[in-house]
Nanobody
C-alpha cells in the first residue's frame, strides 16, 4: 500500500529554519509531481510548493525566496527547506504525491497524502 511518511516538523523561533522530509513507499512504479501543502487552524489546506519529476518548481508567493523544494527521485523523497520562518508559517504541513501504482484495473495514477507534520513558529 502506498504511503507518504513525513518528518522534520517542530517548534522554531521566528527567523529560524526547518527542513521537512517526505518519503514515499509501497508499490510505486514512478512519481510525477510532489508537493507540500499547509493548513493553519481554521483555514483551508493550501499549496506551498510543488516540484515535477523533471525538477521544475512552483511556489506560493508568500514563501518565495525563503522556502526551497527539492526531491530525490531514486529515494522517492521530497524535501522542503524552510528559512527565515515567520509566525504566519505556523501550520500542519502535508506532503502530496501523484504516484503510478498497480490498481485492480491496471496501472494508474493515485494521489497520495501524508499524515501531516506540525510546524510552529514562535514570535
Amino acid at each position: 500500500q502506498v504511503q507518504l511518511v513525513e518528518s522534520g516538523g517542530g517548534l522554531v523561533q521566528a527567523g529560524g529554519s526547518l527542513r521537512l522530509s517526505c518519503a514515499a513507499s509501497g508499490g510505486i512504479f514512478r512519481i510525477n509531481s510532489m508537493g507540500w501543502y499547509r493548513q493553519a487552524p481554521g483555514k483551508q489546506r493550501d499549496v506551498v510548493a510543488e516540484i515535477t519529476s523533471g525538477g521544475s518548481t512552483n511556489y506560493v508567493d508568500s514563501v518565495k525566496g525563503r522556502f526551497t523544494i527539492s526531491r530525490d527521485n531514486a529515494k522517492n523523497t521530497v524535501y522542503l527547506q524552510m528559512n527565515s520562518l515567520k509566525p504566519e508559517d505556523t501550520a500542519v504541513y502535508y506532503c502530496n504525491a501523484e504516484a503510478l501504482v498497480q490498481k485492480s484495473s491496471g496501472l494508474g495514477y493515485l494521489e497520495v497524502w501524508g499524515q501531516g507534520t506540525l510546524v510552529t513558529v514562535s514570535s
